[in-house]
T-cell receptor, first 113, second 115 residues
Framework: KQEVTQIPAALSVPEGENLVLNCSFT??????LQWFRQDPGKGLTSLLL?????REQTSGRLNASLDKSSGRSTLYIAASQPGDSATYLC????????????FGSGTRLLVRP | EAQVTQNPRYLITVTGKKLTVTCSQN?????MSWYRQDPGLGLRQIYY???????DKGDVPEGYKVSRKEKRNFPLILESPSPNQTSLYFC??????????????FGPGTRLTVL
């Protein structure tokens, strides 16, 4: 069964710290992996999309890496700010006959001033 | 402004009373999808559509129907809602119907309570 797991479920760090969020997935035959941000009571905002042929993507203070062989992706946030506080979700699209997207349950991040 | 809109944003209803949640996008996207989000279970896909008149089941389609008569609209229909369908619902769209090479854009969500 194709599954996406995110650990830890919650993380609290002081402002300015660099941090890493983890995402693991079963079955390495993926099309792509996306990282999303969700603020309380709001919809999801796409942060980064990594194609299966790519190793990493960067946007500002965010860097996402992908290691298909080990079934892992990490989201690196540099110099964290209180405004980064949100839930971060990763989602995987697998290379099978369907067009389904499977989400992890998310990591709830709190950046303390 | 490019966006995905959902209506209503909040809805409280009773068991068995048919309801429709609308979803509309103004980006000429081919791919549209519905998700539900529940505590501890994350986001799960209900139905998706790769183009007009083309729909398929996601992971949790039971109790739901969808239609795609126009490219911009993808309504979610609950013929006979039950309390276990109380959830936060999201509609999403993507330009590329293959999904693989494109980002999904999400609507603001619809919080549904079935009593």
């Amino acid at each position: 069964k194709q599954e996406v797991t995110q650990i830890p479920a919650a993380l609290s760090v002081p402002e300015g710290e660099n941090l890493v969020l983890n995402c693991s997935f079963t079955d390495s035959a993926i099309y792509n992996l996306q990282w999303f941000r969700q603020d309380p009571g709001k919809g999801l905002t796409s942060l980064l999309l990594i194609q299966s042929s790519q190793r990493e993507q960067t946007s500002g203070r965010l860097n996402a890496s992908l290691d298909k062989s080990s079934g892992r992706s990490t989201l690196y946030i540099a110099a964290s700010q209180p405004g980064d506080s949100a839930t971060y979700l990763c989602a995987v699209h697998w290379m099978d006959s369907s067009y389904k997207l499977i989400f992890g349950s998310g990591t709830r991040l709190l950046v303390r001033p | 402004e490019a966006q995905v809109t959902q209506n209503p944003r909040y809805l409280i209803t009773v068991t068995g009373k048919k309801l429709t949640v609308t979803c509309s996008q103004n980006m000429n996207h081919e791919y549209m999808s519905w998700y539900r989000q529940d505590p501890g279970l994350g986001l799960r896909q209900i139905y998706y559509s790769m183009n007009v008149e083309v729909t398929d089941k996601g992971d949790v389609p039971e109790g739901y129907k969808v239609s795609r008569k126009e490219k911009r609209n993808f309504p979610l229909i609950l013929e006979s809602p039950s309390p276990n369908q109380t959830s936060l619902y999201f509609c999403a769209s993507s330009l590329d119907r293959r999904l693989a090479w494109d980002t999904q854009y999400f609507g603001p969500g619809t919080r549904l309570t079935v009593l």
